[in-house]
Nanobody, 124 residues
């Protein structure tokens, strides 16, 4: 499966952005799709994930209540709605697809397919 991430940009603190991860080659059926981010000089950080079957969602601690992950079957995309953005949310955001165990859902190693990344910059 090929993934294409989009929707990044420059936004002021407190603003919102919606990222999309589009799949081609096959659908997200039976996959878990995750968003990770990486800021300069920092390790990759888990943002959110969704199970395509149950639609259950999972979030990193600092994203809870601000970010919402969802799946659009018709468009074969996974969206990440980010509200109340902070300067510390500035990073390159990547989407990944795979079949990680629940215990591994927040680990990049659980995902075998990756998009190219999209830059999110939050100005304070």
């Amino acid at each position: 499966v090929q993934l294409q991430a989009s929707g990044g940009g420059l936004v002021q603190a407190g603003g919102s952005l919606r990222l999309s991860c589009a799949a081609s080659g096959r659908t997200f059926y039976n996959y878990r799709v995750g968003w990770f981010r990486q800021a300069p000089g920092k390790e990759q950080e888990f943002v959110a994930a969704i199970d395509a079957g149950s639609r259950r969602s999972y979030y990193g601690d600092s994203m809870k209540g601000r970010f919402t992950i969802s799946m659009d079957n018709a468009k074969n995309t996974v969206n990440l709605q980010m509200n109340n953005l902070r300067s510390e949310d500035t990073a390159v955001y990547y989407c990944g697809a795979g079949r990680p165990l629940l215990s591994e859902i927040s680990r990049p190693s659980g995902y075998g397919y990756w998009g190219q990344g999209t830059q999110v910059t939050v100005s304070s």
